[in-house]
């Protein structure tokens, strides 16, 4: 019987570590361009030109006019571990995006490469090429400042890998993608991508103050639209500043393809930072919607490690806490401050929908580079800055917000010493959201003000401004209760019963108490008094329908606010309620004073402005 052979240990030769490497670094054409753009960014450049052909399976190439490397420099920059990017050796100390001196040699590895390079002041440029990880010597060759990479026929040396790449277009879209989220972070660099000879992308480097910048590039890559509804973050805590931009609640997605985290520059893909996000939003959005927004994070370097993932995307914070509770508190405090501001697409949607049916191609690329819809120029901004003065919570001073004067009107009196205005009784369509007119269809009112006329869903309306008075109830300590003549019981699953009683002490402080009543069962015996009458077995269904929703991923007052939100839905002025003109106009009234009413608990608008101007141009007044 022959003796089972013992494995030998060996090591691997230097062509299939390069190749596992790759595997690592270089996943897809995408991952690529990444790694060379952000060697371009470390080395200076102010502009970046990127082709492909193909997907990129065919051609990339990268073109920059950074630092540039000598003969020397180029012979060194192909092999393996071997960096510009760490001068003190210190990997809890990074400054720049690439670090791992892994990029070029691993994609040299499953690749024709060749590198062409000139450093600023040289009189000549030098090329290098590297063919399936074998490297040939250095060679003059013309070429101007910077540094030109060109990678062909990538994954030739390893055809496994191309049965796993997608389409051309997919792979296109990935790296138009990857191109995008660097080009956000660096506004003061201008960027080009050409696919298949076809200009996708071009992106003009820019000088100013860094916010302003950045909100143009980012109106450049995620739309006019973003861009006009957009709300300045600029926050610290700690150590830590976060700026950048979140778009109001009302303008938002199915998905979180529109959400955008950087940290110290680096495009990242983090968990505990989308639920941040999550989090700060909960009020405003239902759960299968999401907000638009670009967040830029800044701290020191030793405070972060980017060292998680061979690709870079993903990060470890030395304190996440203050990290999540900075990302939390600031959008809560743009999204407190924008008061009941909604989108201007709401309005720019309602003016094109009576529009004549023969409209000019609208249409702008999209951010995953196919098509969509660009709404006509939206109405003149200004109703959420009006109403400010009526609606501002407390504790945020006026200078966060463009301030709104009227000033003193006719009527009015100005004491000569103090200079003291005392209001006197003015027209109601001198209110920011006007002067209720009429009821369409039981459900929507309809508001003159002095320069056009505002639509309000008056129980989406109702239902912001219930839940914002539990909320303050509840910070008071419960919200108040009205008992029921004759307790209700309401049937309901076993385990469904079993949540609610298990919560009967959280929803005690919501104002609604239930009790066990045998099994499957509960006793609904007192409900929120701001409800008034209320179908409680409804309200238990859904509640309980709510609880095993939420499971335990949330905390116990992100729990309290979810169902809170169900109660305002049940508890506020129904469609198809109809109401008189006092009721109408205590509501407008309301909406004013109140943080948030711009769209309910679900992230829908609660009211349409349309400008008398813009109502003018559509039957050719104007």
């Known amino acids: ?139 003059p060759a013309p070429g101007g400042p910077g540094t030109t990479v060109e990678v062909r026929d990538l994954f030739y040396s390893t055809p496994a890998r191309l049965k796993f790449l997608r389409s051309a277009r997919a792979e296109s879209g990935a790296v138009a993608d990857v191109l995008n989220r660097l080009a956000m972070a660096h506004p003061n660099v201008g960027f080009s991508l050409t696919d298949d000879g076809r200009e996708k992308l071009r992106l003009s480097a820019a000088q100013g103050e860094l916010l302003d910048l950045r909100l143009k590039r980012l109106g450049g890559i995620m739309g006019r639209e973003f861009q006009e509804n957009a709300l300045a973050i600029d926050a610290e805590r700690e150590g830590f500043r976060l700026t950048g931009y979140a778009g109001v609640p009302t303008l938002n997605r199915g998905n979180a393809m529109m959400q955008f985290l950087f940290v110290n520059g680096r495009p990242v893909r983090d968990k505990q930072l989308i639920g941040a996000v999550r989090g700060a939003y909960q009020d405003f959005l239902a759960r299968d919607r999401h907000p638009l927004l670009a967040l830029f994070l800044e701290c020191e370097a030793r405070a972060v490690d980017v060292n998680v993932h061979p690709a870079k995307s993903e990060v470890r914070f030395r304190e996440p806490g203050i990290v999540r509770g900075l990302i939390v508190s600031a959008l809560k405090h743009a999204l407190a401050e924008a008061g009941h501001r909604a989108s201007t697409t709401v309005s720019s949607a309602a003016l094109g929908a009576f529009r004549p049916s023969q409209l000019p191609d609208t249409r702008q690329a999209s951010f995953s580079g196919g098509y969509a819809y660009r709404p006509p120029p939206p109405p003149a901004p200004g109703l959420a800055e009006r109403s400010y003065e009526w609606q501002r919570p407390d504790g945020f001073a006026p200078a966060a917000r463009p301030s709104y004067d009227p000033g003193p009107a006719s009527g009015d009196h100005v004491d000569p010493e103090t200079g003291e205005v005392t209001r006197a009784e003015r027209p109601l ?167 948030h009413s711009g769209q309910c608990n679900h992230g829908r608008p609660t009211y349409v402005e349309l400008k008398l101007a813009d109502i003018e141009k559509l039957f050719g007044r104007r």
């Open 429 to 595: 369509t001198e209110y920011p959201l006007g002067a209720a007119r009429a009821q369409l269809h039981a459900t929507y009112i309809v508001a003159q003000t002095e320069d056009g006329i505002v639509i309000v869903d008056q129980h989406a309306a109702h239902e912001r401004l219930v839940y914002e008075t539990m909320k303050r109830e509840m910070e008071k300590g419960g919200v108040p209760r009205q008992g029921l003549l004759i307790p209700e019981i309401v049937e309901l699953d076993e385990r469904d019963a079993e949540r609610l009683v298990e919560r009967a002490a959280d929803l005690e402080k919501l104002g609604l108490v239930v009790e066990a009543f045998g099994p499957g069962a509960v006793a609904v015996r007192e409900t929120p008094a701001l409800l008034g009458e209320v179908d409680a077995r409804a309200l238990i269904r859904d509640l309980a329908d709510e609880l095993e929703a939420l499971g335990n991923t949330f905390s116990l007052q992100e729990k309290l606010e979810e169902v809170c939100g169900t109660m305002a839905c049940h508890g506020s002025v129904r469609a198809g309620r109809r109401l008189n003109t006092d009721e109408m106009n205590a509501l407008l009234r309301q909406m004013e004073a109140t943080p």
């Open 1 to 139: 019987m022959n003796a089972i052979a013992q494995p030998v240990i060996r090591r691997l030769p230097e062509t299939l570590v390069n190749q596992i490497a790759a595997g690592e670094v270089v996943e897809r054409p995408a991952s690529a361009v990444k790694e060379l753009v952000e060697n371009a960014l470390d080395a200076g450049a102010t502009r970046i030109d990127v082709t492909i052909r193909d997907g990129g399976r065919a051609l990339i190439s990268i073109v920059d006019d950074g630092r540039g490397m000598t003969p020397d420099e180029l012979k060194i920059a192909v092999e393996r571990h071997a960096t510009s990017k760490l001068p003190d050796e210190d990997l809890f100390h990074i400054t720049t995006l690439g670090f791992r001196g892994e990029a070029l040699p691993s994609i040299g590895s499953v690749s024709r490469m060749a590198i062409t390079s000139r450093p600023q002041g040289a009189e000549e440029a030098w090329r290098i090429e590297i063919e399936g990880g074998r490297v040939f010597e250095p060679k």
